[in-house]
Every structure is written in structure tokens, then in C-alpha cells.
């Protein structure tokens, strides 16, 4: 009889990149939302958004002449965020990713939000995991970041994932080694060994589950860190299921 794959703990860098990170302790674990954003605000929303446009440093008005070429559905792409004027990034992170820090939350009051509402077609979202800061690997310039003094423009380079669905039946274990931390979303794939998830991808090549990808579903349902542990334990054997993965 098999023994099932223990997932090892993960505890992310405590080094964040944004003005508004809770303590883990006691806090209300929060409902993940949805991959997609949200395209319509509502009036105190848009209200607060024209504001913030209509204040916004010249710098920064000048730069809305012509937006760049939109990113893409998934991949990598770049795009340089003006900080001067704003106390910081306003992004809130999730550090369990080597590959860097991935986007939690967009908060209304730091400059990627107004980055976001002045370029639609290049916004920053939820899940998209940012590889480098000023050309500097992102992990290694949180420190940077971490004092929210940067000044000027701010150069990052992002990846955007894509969703897989895997349908599974459970006759042993997923073989995988996970890293998480209690508020992670979802769990991050440190290792693929022998398993149902090794099996799925000799027969799914191009969507094949890796090093860095992240699961955030088990039927259909979010959870974060040990939450999604604590789920695919909880699959009977022989039972079918499926995963939601996001491939980087």
C-alpha cells in the first residue's frame, strides 16, 4: 500500500512590497475572489477612481497620451508603474512562488491601481506573479521595496497564468510536494514525483503540471493554504475529483 506524499510547509518571506499586508494571526480568513476582475465599479467606486485620476501627479497624466499594446491572456510581459506622488505600490503579496511574489490584492489607494484605471489594456490582477522590480529579480529587491520610499517609475516584469482543470479518480496519492503558507492561495507545486498528477501528465503534454504552478481548487471550490491540504485529504479513495490549477 502506497504512503501518501506529505507536503512539506512553506512559510513565506515575511519582506512584502505593498502598503497594507494583515498579520496572519487571528486574522478573518478572507473569500478568494474570482481569477477574472471586475470591468464595471460601482458609483462610489468610480467616483473615488476619477478622484484619484483627477489628482494624480502631471507625471503621470502626461504618460495616458497612448496605452501600450494590451497583455497577453498568459505569458510574460512588462510595464512601468509611475510611483512619485504615492506612499507605494499598493499591492498586497503572497510569497510562496520562487518564480515571485504573486498578487493578492490591488488596494485603491497606491499607484497601480490609478496604473490600472489609466491603462486597462496592461492592468495588473489578481494571480499575476511579478518576476522582477527595475530589472532586479523580484525576490531579491523586496527589501527594496519593503520601505515604500521608491520614487520615480517603477519597471516590473510579469507573469500571467492560465487556469488547467484536472479530472482525477483517486487510487493513490497526488505525488506532489507542496508549499503554502496559512494564507496562501491555494498551495504551490515545489516537486512533481509518482503519482495521479505524474500519470495525467504523460497524457496532457501541453498543460502538464510543474515546479511553480499553484493549485487553487478542489471541485470547483477555493481554499487557501492548509484549507486545500485539508481537501484533497478528505477525497475518498476511489472517488473522482478534480483539481484547478494555475499554470505560469
Not at 470591468?39 to 473615488?48: G, Q
Not at 504615492?86 to 511574489?101: I, T, V
Not at 504523460?202 to 486545500?228: K, M, P, W, Y
Request: with cysteine.
Amino acid at each position: 500500500q502506497s504512503v501518501p506524499y506529505k507536503p512539506e510547509f512553506y512559510q513565506p518571506s515575511p519582506g512584502m512590497l505593498c502598503c497594507c499586508v494583515a498579520s496572519e494571526e487571528g486574522e478573518k480568513v478572507p473569500e478568494i475572489p474570482e481569477i477574472q476582475q471586475r470591468s464595471v465599479l460601482d458609483t462610489a467606486e468610480a467616483k473615488l477612481v476619477e478622484k484619484a485620476i483627477e489628482t494624480a501627479p502631471a507625471e503621470i497624466q502626461k504618460k495616458v497620451e497612448k496605452d501600450a499594446p494590451p497583455a497577453p491572456a498568459f505569458g510574460s510581459f512588462s510595464v512601468v508603474v509611475p510611483v512619485k506622488g504615492f506612499s507605494s505600490l499598493g499591492l498586497e503579496l503572497d510569497h510562496a512562488c520562487e518564480l515571485g511574489p504573486m498578487i493578492k490584492e490591488v488596494s485603491k489607494t497606491g499607484a497601480v491601481h490609478v496604473f490600472n484605471e489609466l491603462h486597462p489594456g496592461t492592468a495588473l490582477k489578481l494571480f499575476d506573479v511579478i518576476t522582477s522590480i527595475n530589472g532586479v529579480k523580484s525576490n531579491d529587491a523586496s527589501e527594496m521595496m519593503a520601505d515604500e520610499k521608491v520614487e520615480g517609475d517603477v519597471a516590473l516584469t510579469v507573469l500571467r497564468p492560465r487556469k488547467v482543470e484536472l479530472s482525477l479518480s483517486k487510487t493513490t496519492s497526488l505525488g506532489l510536494k507542496l508549499n503554502f503558507g496559512s494564507a496562501s492561495f491555494g498551495a504551490v507545486v515545489g516537486e512533481v514525483g509518482k503519482g495521479l498528477v505524474s500519470t495525467w501528465n504523460t497524457t496532457h503534454s501541453g498543460d502538464a503540471v510543474g515546479e511553480n504552478d499553484r493549485i487553487i481548487e478542489v471541485n470547483g471550490t477555493q481554499h487557501l493554504g492548509e484549507d486545500l491540504l485539508a481537501a484533497i485529504q478528505g477525497v475518498q479513495k476511489d472517488s473522482k475529483f478534480s483539481l484547478t490549477v494555475l499554470k505560469y
